[in-house]
């Protein structure tokens, strides 16, 4: 297992030697390594069993670093910086070529991010690189929101995992792009999409929902816990189902039918922030429940349960 601890300090020193660090941040824990050095970056491919197709994103300590990594800053882009960075905000910007083409899949665009976490901006300053960082978790499973999510998984492949505490958003970047100026969300995440066209109008949606191997980005199947889990509601899916032990992973709810040990609500106040931190560690606890299978119970679309809904569709083997 992994050591896990607070020592900024030796997190920065490991990194400098070119190993793999699990980092805190306010979306989810990322594996971060250094994003100049292609030896790092190539071992976070392996460490997660992650293709090389599926770019990486590149975390900074604030604006002027993400200068010197991308060769253009479209006028909207530096709008969406100046509001919501440091926050869970991803931009995707024309690349330098000091940026390796292992970390953008060969693309000729480059994600970055200024994470919101004082561990990790601490971090970010005692080093002269930037860090390429996914979730800290097996490719196609669920992104984890605490340390020892990722020592459960990651634990024997990483040296050290600097301990933030559970992540205060839960959910990953929003993800956005430019095509001809124009801001594309390519991944709807933990900024809500409400919030941002509140600053700068309408934004286009643009998910990608393929299960092609080849188109780099969001696979259509991500997220998934190891137990099957239906999306929907649950009231008519449950007649599927029959002699089976099911679980339920609601928003506010209890379903009267099923045993209320074998359920989970995200937020009995209705609090969609509070399902966004909640979802993928209950996604997990599930694992240990004595159900065979989730039901899944669509949020209401409205500001970010439209991101926990897509993270539950992508979850689910039935949608
Ligand atoms: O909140 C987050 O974004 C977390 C934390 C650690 O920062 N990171 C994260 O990384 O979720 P990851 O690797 O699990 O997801 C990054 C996604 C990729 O799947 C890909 O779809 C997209 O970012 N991406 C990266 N570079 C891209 C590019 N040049 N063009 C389009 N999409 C890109
Ligand atoms: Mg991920």
């Given at each position: 297992m992994a050591e896990i601890g607070t020592d900024i300090q030796k997190a920065a020193r490991l990194l400098k030697r070119g190993k793999l660090v699990a980092i805190p941040t306010e979306t989810v824990y990322g594996l971060a390594g250094n994003a100049f050095n292609e030896e790092a970056v190539l071992s976070i491919f392996e460490t997660k069993n992650r293709p090389q197709f599926d770019?990486?994103?590149?975390?900074?300590?604030?604006?002027?670093?993400?200068?010197?990594?991308?060769?253009?800053?479209?006028?909207?882009?530096?709008?969406?910086?100046?509001?919501?960075?440091?926050?869970?905000?991803?931009?995707?910007?024309?690349?330098?070529?000091?940026?390796?083409d292992l970390v953008t899949s060969g693309l000729d665009s480059v994600a970055?991010?200024?994470?919101?976490?004082?561990?990790?901006?601490d971090l970010l300053q005692l080093l002269d690189f930037p860090l390429a960082a996914p979730s800290a978790n097996p490719f196609g499973y669920v992104?984890?929101?605490?340390?020892?999510?990722?020592?459960?998984?990651?634990?024997?492949?990483?040296?050290y995992i600097l301990d933030g505490g559970p992540?205060?958003?839960?959910l990953e970047s929003t993800i956005i792009g430019f095509e001809y100026?124009?801001?594309?969300?390519?991944?709807?995440?933990?900024?809500?999409?409400?919030?941002?066209?509140?600053?700068?109008?309408?934004?286009?949606?643009?998910?990608?929902?393929?299960?092609?191997?080849?188109?780099?980005?969001?696979?259509?199947?991500?997220?998934a816990p190891g137990k099957p889990?239906?999306?929907?509601?649950?009231?008519?899916?449950?007649?599927?189902?029959?002699?089976?032990?099911?679980?339920?992973?609601?928003?506010?709810?209890?379903?009267?039918?099923?045993p209320?040990?074998?359920?989970?609500?995200?937020?009995?106040?209705g609090d969609l922030h509070e399902a966004a931190v909640n979802l993928f560690a209950f996604m997990r606890q599930f694992e240990k429940f004595p159900v065979d299978?989730?039901?899944?119970?669509?949020?209401?679309?409205?500001?970010?349960?439209?991101a926990i809904n897509d993270r539950l569709r992508r979850a689910s083997v039935n949608s």
């Open positions: 770019p990486l994103i590149v975390h900074s300590s604030g604006v002027e670093w993400i200068k010197e990594h991308v060769a253009e800053i479209p006028s909207l882009a530096k709008t969406l910086m100046d509001e919501f960075w440091p926050g869970p905000m991803t931009l995707v910007l024309p690349k330098k070529s000091i940026i390796p970055v991010r200024v994470p919101k976490h004082p561990m990790t901006h992104s984890p929101t605490t340390a020892q999510h990722v020592n459960d998984q990651l634990g024997d492949k990483i040296d992540t205060t958003v839960g100026g124009k801001p594309i969300i390519y991944r709807l995440g933990g900024l809500s999409m409400d919030v941002i066209e509140d600053l700068i109008g309408p934004v286009e949606v643009s998910l990608n929902q393929s299960s092609d191997p080849k188109a780099p980005g969001m696979l259509k199947s991500h997220y889990l239906y999306f929907g509601n649950p009231g008519e899916m449950i007649t599927d189902f029959e002699g089976k032990r099911i679980g339920f992973l609601g928003f506010m709810t209890r379903l009267e039918f099923l209320p040990n074998r359920q989970l609500l995200l937020s009995p106040r299978l989730i039901l899944a119970e669509r949020l209401p679309e409205i500001g970010l349960g439209k």
